[in-house]
């Protein structure tokens, strides 16, 4: 028996070791926003060592003191077709008061001027795509879900050298938003709110038609069907918003595969609060999911049942944001504290005191080591490249190696063969 127990043992530490990420020495950077109205930059410092390198120290503190105009939702633009700015990546805050800020996520500064709306706003989405100019700035656009509704697409133009915002395109997906997730590379909108006929519905956004829309989950034992209650959405990463993630006021996490079923593929009952934000991991295989208790959970997809839980969260979760290569992930909360988590072992690896409540948190994962870092990756494959790419051409240079080393080798062998004395003629 205790020659079984060890040998489990062992098996379980090897694949904790073999999904363990590689280790790394870059920072790791955050943004996370605070009931007060401010955007606090965290970052960690690896050459420090020991634990300092674990703690998130504050580098930065960007905005104005102003709770009527605090942040609700903070995600990363995405820059499509050849856009760049020297200043680096761009983050967007959607503020209450109806306020859209798209700031620089080194900075803090604001890169455009303030879309300021007449209606409430739950969420904000922002793209940005380059021309032939390489000017990125005249092709923002903006996405926001308003509190009734209604969606507003809004583009940026450079008149005079005068940047105004203008309205697009608008639609009404649902009577009461809660939450949206989009994927600017396809357009596609997902969103969901509270009452009946809000639940989770999917649209074009460039087209500005629905594309799907869910059917309510079956009545339970009584005949009862409790109204929608769209708490949390997430598309499923590498699907093609194919899939997507829904968290509902009913502590239900639900998986939808819009190829399969009008209904949800998995409703898995998940802690005893709202849901309040869902995230996907790297692969789409697994979600990470939060609760207004502080329970903060993995779903694995495939065996379709939690995998376990990120501990140390006292507070209600705000939002999760996932790190761009998802080796970690972070949350932010009212428990006033910033952890970031290593995906594979579930441990906290980083966090920090932000002394105020947090509403959203997002990464800043193309910090200037970063950079540097990608640039020397991509330095090395080029030199490791290979100068013929063509199969031929391979196996012909392969096929010519072969025969240099059959002569070579058939000198080697004539070389240490002894030499025949030839006989002398003996004079008669």
């Known amino acids: 028996i ?54 998130l120290t504050l580098i930065g503190k960007f905005g104005a003191l102003d709770r009527a105009r605090r942040a609700v939702r903070a995600r990363a633009v995405c820059e499509l077709r050849g856009a760049s700015d020297a200043s680096g990546p761009r983050v967007v805050c959607a503020r209450k008061g ?12 604001r890169s455009t001027a303030t879309l300021t709306l007449s209606k409430e ?9 380059g021309d032939e100019r390489g000017t990125s700035w005249e092709r923002m656009h903006v996405v926001a879900v308003h509190d009734d509704g209604e969606v507003g697409v809004h583009g940026i133009v450079n008149e005079y050298g005068d940047e105004t915002w203008r309205e697009t395109g608008t639609f ?19 969103l969901g709110g509270k009452g ?10 460039h087209e500005q038609k629905r594309t799907y829309k869910a059917k309510p989950p079956p009545p339970n034992w009584l005949g009862y069907r409790a109204p929608p209650w769209v708490s949390a959405t997430c598309f499923a990463s590498t699907s093609e918003c194919a899939r997507f993630f829904v968290g509902t006021g009913e502590h239900r996490f639900r998986h939808y595969d819009t190829r399969a079923d009008k209904r949800a593929v998995l409703d898995l009952d998940v802690g005893k609060g709202v849901i309040t934000s869902v995230a996907s991991s ?9 609760n207004a208790r502080g329970m903060f ?25 996932v790190h761009h290569d998802g080796a970690h992930v972070a949350c932010a909360g009212l428990d006033q504290y910033v952890r970031v988590y290593d995906t594979a072992t579930r441990k906290c690896v980083a966090s920090a005191y932000a002394k105020q409540p947090l509403t959203a948190i997002v990464f800043d994962a193309h910090t200037p080591a970063f950079e540097a870092a990608s640039v020397k990756k991509s330095s090395k494959k080029k030199k490791r490249a290979p100068d013929v790419d063509d199969d031929d051409a391979r196996a012909e240079k392969k096929a010519k190696k072969k025969k240099k080393k059959i002569r070579e080798r058939a000198v080697a062998v004539d070389d240490a063969a002894p030499k025949k004395k030839k006989k002398k003629k003996s004079k008669e």
Not at 300 to 314: E, P, V
Request: glycine residues 10%; aromatic residues 6%; contains cysteine.
């Open 121 to 129: 706003i739950v969420d904000a989405h922002a793209w940005c795509e």
């Open 172 to 190: 009404r997906a649902c009577g009461d938003a809660t939450s949206s997730d989009l994927d600017a590379r396809l357009g596609r909108l997902v």
């Open 297 to 321: 959970e993995i779903v694995d997809l495939r065996a379709g049942k939690t995998r376990g839980k990120f501990k140390g969260n006292s507070g209600s979760i705000r939002q999760v944001a």
């Open 196 to 205: 009946q006929g809000n639940d989770v519905v999917v649209y074009d956004v």
């Open 98 to 109: 109806g306020a859209v800020e798209v700031m620089e996520a080194r900075s803090g500064t």
């Open 2 to 55: 205790h020659r079984r127990t060890t040998v489990v043992r062992a098996g379980r530490g090897a694949r904790a070791r073999a999904m363990a990420p590689p280790h790394t020495d870059l920072p790791i950077r955050v943004l996370a926003c605070d009931e007060l109205g401010y955007v606090r930059a965290f970052a960690t410092d690896p050459a420090a060592g020991g634990d300092a390198a674990e703690d």
């Open 282 to 290: 790297a692969d789409g295989y697994e979600a990470y999911v939060a």
